[in-house]
């Protein structure tokens, strides 16, 4: 692919040395992850050829959008609402944060002890191998946790267009409060960098194409409830990394194939693995591309994935927004209320998410948790503990796994897995 995009990459003031090196070992990655799985459902080829092309054809196509006049937004948070940039016919993009790149030059800006996500976002920044960062007409970052918080205030200087957004920390009314208000100015924002005033009919679109998207993901979480499982834990999280780049119509399409493939197979009770194999619920930090490592172990270890209790998978997608709202206002009073359920770990107290994996642990008829936190996140390292012991009072098997993007505990890691899928089955 390479050539065929040199030139669109140097427009966009790639290091086209730097990015053929991210490209070979995504590729690798790729091959050695994904493709040499069995059993994969076919309609997974369309995610294959997503994958393959990640950098080349999306990245024109969202270059073409951006010649007939449309914006891209980028974004590192499901919290950034997509209804109202889908409602001013922009295009909002999840920037990958899942792999290690130039770090000396980002531990120049960031102390050692940052974690992974937040460092990848300024490796994949500062090393100039981001098709997405470079396409984008603005970035949002959202004061989340402190992390992210802090460093925006240097990524800010890096970039043409930031625009900070405002997360509250408690779901009290003033956190509401708060939100209301910090969803009203991104909408401004966009308004402003597109030029297009967004009225109702505007923000119901918006907010009809984004549920569509979840709406086929549910189809697809909903199937993987069967035992045996119809589809492996890895390409159920890869869909869940695509929603964050496709072209939102073509991606909903393609979700209900996977579905329609699935369904003929649970009526045939075929599965992705035995029956037999150990159930897992994944819970904790986000997945980005193309952070496949742990679920990779996971698998490899003779294991099925059944959920993801993360923003790459359920607590990101989870709620639906109601669109019956005539007005603006209502239909924005809508869109807090969607995202106010959204129980990342930076809010505080946060009880909804220890019911909510509970919840999903029965739904989808697990045998243990892993509970994931990368290095250093503080919100979601200090609340793996109350997780672990509200699974415990419902006899719950978990297993607490801390890392990050690098390869190198990844023996030890296998030990671990492989010792508590022992103990659930
Ligand atoms: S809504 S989970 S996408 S903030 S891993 S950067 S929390 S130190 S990613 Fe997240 Fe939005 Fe919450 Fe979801 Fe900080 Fe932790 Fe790093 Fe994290």
């Not at 090393?127 to 396409?135: D, M, R, S």
């Not at 402190?146 to 009290?172: A, N």
């Not at 967004?198 to 679109?205: C, F, T, V």
């Not at 072209?247 to 599965?271: H, W």
Request: charged letters at 30%.
């Amino acid at each position: 692919m390479s050539e065929q995009y040199e030139r669109m990459w140097e427009g966009l003031g790639l290091d086209l040395g730097a990015h053929d090196a991210l490209l070979e070992v995504l590729g690798k990655g790729y091959q050695d992850i994904y493709l040499a799985q069995k059993n994969r459902p076919e309609a997974m080829a369309y995610f294959d050829f997503v994958m393959s092309e990640v950098h080349g054809l999306r990245i024109r196509e969202l270059l073409d959008e951006k010649a007939a006049g449309r914006k891209v937004i980028g974004s590192f948070c499901v919290f950034v609402p997509e209804e109202i940039v889908r409602a001013a016919d922009a295009t909002l993009v999840g920037l990958c944060t899942g792999a290690d790149f130039a770090m000396e030059e980002v531990e120049k800006l960031l102390p050692r002890n940052t974690c992974s996500l937040i460092k990848s976002a300024f490796g994949f920044k500062l090393g100039k191998v981001c098709p997405y960062i470079e396409a984008s007409d603005m970035l949002v970052g959202e004061n989340t946790c402190d992390g992210k918080k802090k460093s925006f205030e240097t990524l800010k200087d890096l970039v043409s267009k930031f625009h900070i957004m405002d997360i509250p920390q408690m779901k009290s009314v003033e956190g509401r409060a708060l939100l209301k208000a910090e969803y009203l100015r991104f909408k401004e924002a966009v308004e402003k960098l597109t030029g297009i005033t967004i009225d109702a009919g505007r923000l119901k679109k918006g907010i009809e194409i984004v549920n569509n998207k979840r709406k086929a993901i549910h189809r697809l979480a909903s199937l993987r409830k069967a035992n045996p499982v119809p589809i492996s834990g890895l390409d159920a999280l890869l869909v869940n990394q695509v929603y964050f780049y496709d072209d939102p119509a073509r991606f909903t399409d393609s979700v209900n194939k996977i579905c329609d493939e699935l369904e003929v197979r649970i009526e045939k009770n075929e599965g992705v693995v035995p029956e037999t194999s150990p159930r897992i619920l994944l819970s904790g930090c986000p997945m980005a591309v193309p952070n496949w490592k742990l679920p990779w172990i996971i698998e490899t270890c003779g294991a099925v994935i059944v959920g993801e209790e993360s923003c790459v998978g359920e607590r990101g997608t989870r709620n639906l927004t109601d669109d019956t709202g005539g007005t603006v206002d209502e239909l924005m009073e809508a869109i807090v209320d969607r995202y106010c359920k959204v129980d990342c770990a930076i809010f505080t107290p946060n009880p909804d998410r220890f019911e909510h994996i509970v919840e999903m642990f029965e739904q989808y008829q697990a045998d243990g948790v892993i509970h994931y936190s990368l290095q250093f996140c503080q919100p979601y390292l200090m609340e793996s503990m109350p997780v672990e012991k509200a699974l415990e009072a419902k006899n719950i098997p978990t297993l607490r796994i801390e890392t990050d993007y690098s390869l190198e505990d990844v023996g030890q890691l296998k030990t671990r897995v492989e010792a508590f899928l022992e103990m659930v089955k």
